[in-house]
């Protein structure tokens, strides 16, 4: 068997390699994710914060700038997805919610109200027997 030809062709191997992974990875996060986010996530008046005063500042800096690399690399997945298999603008969305910006809330609500992306969202979390997502 000519190994020459394998190895001389690396690129395309890792570019496939890479598009079964993200195809992969947004079929198990982007759903867990969906599903666990409260009925009332994109509500104005039940807007949830999580309190990280009990945190020791270096964990609490370390854990925000981890959920932001992890959220700026599921934005890059799924602008790639939107030409490759995968669930495109779900990841999007899921990274979205784990950056930190201002006006992040509103984008958010912008974002959920498109019609393709609540009905994907909230047929996801009637698969799990969730509420749906619902917005004012």
Known sequence: MDLD????????????A?????????LVFVPWAIVRLPAD?????????????TRHPVLRVMLLLGKNLLGYILI????????????GLLTI???????????????ERWLISRKPILLASNWLRKKAHKAPLWLD
Do not use: C, E
């Open 5 to 16: 030809f394998i190895s001389g062709n690396v690129a395309p191997w890792i570019f496939a």
């Open 18 to 26: 890479v598009v079964i992974f993200t195809f992969v990875a947004s």
């Open 41 to 53: 996530y994109f509500h104005y008046h039940a807007r949830h914060r999580v309190y990280a005063g």
């Open 76 to 87: 890059v997945m799924g602008v790639a997805m939107l030409v490759l298999p995968g669930q």
């Open 93 to 107: 969305l899921i990274g979205i919610l784990l950056l930190d910006f201002p006006g992040k809330f509103t984008f």
